[in-house]
């Protein structure tokens, strides 16, 4: 039932099982009951109504014929109103039910992962995806629904808080250090051998860019400013023949290296990771995902971000100056202008006012993780030599260790691939394929070269309410209340990803997840009308405690027992329960039943009196009553 939200209303005394609670609620009825029969008993004492008084204990059948009998007379009101009491206090335990709001607690208890794989859907989904409201996002996002769905079978009532065990990290130190050697890009070093996981080094090109003229000494590539050890940066003119080609490339992709000689890109699947057309062209969009690369015994786990908001416009219309200051400082700072900023700034708007194209950005690595970010101003031409539109692109990429574990049992090819290296694919902690290639530089004859295993284990992506990539305005192409939400939400974000994912490729049992379950429970108005009862009972007994009401508190039974001395366990005067229950049989005298009783005795209505005896009621009427004090009260 829906009631005013107040304490006293909502279920919150615990009673451990709906038992227990249909106990106290039957007991609360009973007690009403016994009130209820005190209370008209004492009415028929007042009217000296012994007759009514019989008839409150037979059925409704009686009681029925017995108020048909007397006509709308008093004792057919009292035994109407009797029974309509009755059975107005039998729905009383009903009623309490009725006041259930909601009628438990919910309470919960911490299991780890590894106790619940058994309840684990078959294949749950790896990828989930968050979408809210464009201009409110947090009135319709619920984090904990997006990360909880598809992954435990229905009935299961649980919670991912976010919570994991952490873990080691280790890292090697690295081979080479960031320079424009091929083997001098950002990456995380894992091994002796080369096994690391880097960031895509070539998506700030295409076409013929790598040979134009460039502040990386001839080639559009990333290179170490003077006296910087942990820091790559490029600015690149774009020619608009190649502006198409580098508006395909994908932002975000990670580059793995599983020694010096063999690497690969960790490519989102086509079949089911929209990130691979998203990742391309212009939009606003952004995708987490947490990955495990494993070679050997050694796994590591990541966690990879990337975002990227996209301005565009098309001729004969082109980007406003004011348009791109506010886009890149709200991409490139925190909001507030700094000289840098003005620099970068003023890098687009002269390659906006010779209308060319440009390109520039970062790498940055440490031990642990790397970041990326760049901005693109790209011409876009329709085949000849008139540009289509004009882009304005901003991306940011992050990839971080998280974990580092060793395996006790090292993943094997799923599938034979003779003389060719390979390595598993899997996704959602599932190995789906076995990726054959020939080695370089030469294939391994008689034998397989097993790499490792790529484990895609889950992402997340937001492609709506980040804001409108196909927009010339910066405001709209990337939200302040999408933005807004994305600070406050982030981080627990991550911690749900990591969560969800390690319960799908990792080790289950450092994850922590909430169990809930309800738990029977009654509100205080509902004790309070438990309780009640029991005082209108003490009630009613003290007011019926008096002797002489003792026959309108027993039975019919007692009383003939008491009138007929078949009993003498208490005086006639004195009306109670029988401690010692005589033996009553039925008889038959000729032609009649009677009751016989111990020692040959019977039970018989008797017409004719003896004389010389004389009878009185044994509670006269209140007006006889009234009558005696007054000749009692002249005597005196």
Same mark, same amino acid.
């Given at each position: ?32 009951? *016994? ?38 007379? @008093? ?16 729905? *009383? ?13 919910? @309470? ?56 994991? +065990? ?15 050697? #091929?083997? $001098? ?41 003077? +006296? ?31 020694? #010096? ?8 699947? @086509? ?21 495990? =690369? ?47 900023? /003005? ?110 295993? =790529? ?26 209340? $999408? ?61 019926? @405690?008096?002797?002489? !009401?003792?026959?309108? /508190? ?26 010692? !229950? ?33 009878? #009185?009621?044994? !509670?006269?009427? /209140? ?14």
């Amino acid at each position: 039932m829906n009631f005013p939200h107040s304490h006293l209303f909502v279920s919150s005394l615990v009673v451990e099982h709906n038992a227990v609670k249909n106990i106290l609620f039957r007991a609360a009825t009973i007690i009403l009951d *016994y009130v209820i029969l005190r209370v008209f008993a004492f009415i028929a004492f007042q009217c000296r109504d012994y007759t009514s008084f019989l008839i409150f204990a037979e059925d409704i059948v009686q009681k029925t014929l017995f108020v048909v009998s007397r006509g709308f007379r @008093r004792q057919a009101l009292l035994v109407a109103t009797f029974a309509v009491f009755m059975t107005a206090v039998g729905f *009383y335990d009903t009623l309490l039910w009725g006041l259930d709001d909601p009628g438990f607690v919910l @309470r919960r208890r911490v299991v780890d992962g590894e106790t619940l794989a058994p309840q684990m859907v078959e294949s749950p989904a790896y990828i989930n995806y968050i979408s809210a409201n464009l201009t409110h996002p947090s009135t319709e996002n619920n984090l904990n629904t997006t990360f909880n769905a598809n992954l435990y079978t229905p009935g299961l009532n649980f919670t991912l808080p976010g919570i994991f +065990g952490e873990g080691l990290v280790e890292v090697a130190p690295p081979l080479h250090p960031l320079s424009l050697h #091929e083997n $001098g890009t950002a990456r995380i070093w894992l091994d002796d051998d080369g096994f690391a996981v880097g960031l895509d080094p070539n998506f700030m090109w295409a076409g013929d860019m790598i040979f134009q003229n460039s502040t990386t000494s001839g080639r559009c590539y990333p290179s170490n400013p003077l +006296g910087e050890e942990v820091t790559q940066t490029w600015r690149c003119t774009v020619p608009d023949a190649d502006g198409a080609a580098l508006f395909s490339n994908i932002h975000g992709q990670i580059l793995m290296w599983w020694d #010096e000689d063999h690497s690969e890109y960790l490519m989102p699947q @086509r079949i089911d990771n929209p990130w691979k057309s998203l990742g391309m062209g212009g939009g606003t969009a952004m995708m987490k995902q947490v990955f495990t =690369v494993t070679k050997g015994h050694r796994r590591h786990t990541f966690l990879s971000t990337v975002i990227k908001a996209t301005m565009l416009s098309f001729r004969p219309n082109i980007l406003d100056d004011a348009e791109i200051t506010d886009f890149m400082r709200r991409t490139w700072s925190n909001g507030t202008a700094t000289p840098a900023l /003005k620099t970068l700034t003023d890098f687009i708007l002269y390659a906006k006012g010779n209308d060319t194209g440009t390109t520039f950005g970062s790498f940055t690595q440490w031990n642990t993780s790397l970041g990326s970010t760049s901005t693109e101003l790209i011409n876009v031409r329709d085949g000849g030599n008139d540009t289509l539109y004009t882009a304005l692109r901003f991306s940011t990429t992050n990839i971080t260790l998280i974990r580092s574990e060793v395996l006790y049992n090292a993943p094997t090819p799923l599938e034979p691939c003779p003389g060719l290296t390979c390595r598993n694919l899997a996704t959602g902690g599932v190995v789906r394929s076995t990726n054959c290639k020939s080695t370089t530089p030469s294939k391994v004859e008689g034998s397989t070269l097993f790499l490792g295993q =790529v484990d895609t284990s889950a992402v997340t992506i937001i492609n709506d309410f980040l804001g409108d990539g196909t927009s010339n305005l910066s405001s709209v192409a990337l939200t302040d209340s $999408g933005v807004s939400w994305l600070n406050a939400n982030e981080k627990q974000m991550d911690q749900l990803l990591i969560s969800r994912a390690v319960l799908l490729g990792g080790s289950r049992g450092v994850v922590k997840v909430f169990i809930e379950y309800t738990v029977p429970a009654i509100s205080v108005l509902q004790l309070v009308l438990c309780v009640l009862p029991i005082a209108l009972a003490i009630l009613a007994h003290f007011l019926t @405690r008096r002797e002489v !009401m003792s026959y309108f /508190k027993g039975s019919f039974l007692a009383a003939v027992l008491a009138t007929t001395h078949v009993s003498t366990s208490y005086s006639c005067e004195k009306l109670g329960y029988i401690h010692s !229950m005589p033996e009553i049989s039925l008889q038959r005298d000729g032609r009649h039943v009677i009751l016989g009783t111990p020692g040959g005795g019977t039970i018989a209505h008797t017409t004719l009196e003896p004389r010389g005896l004389v009878y #009185e009621p044994l !509670m006269p009427a /209140k007006d006889e009553q009234l009558e005696m004090l007054g000749v009692h009260h002249q005597q005196l």
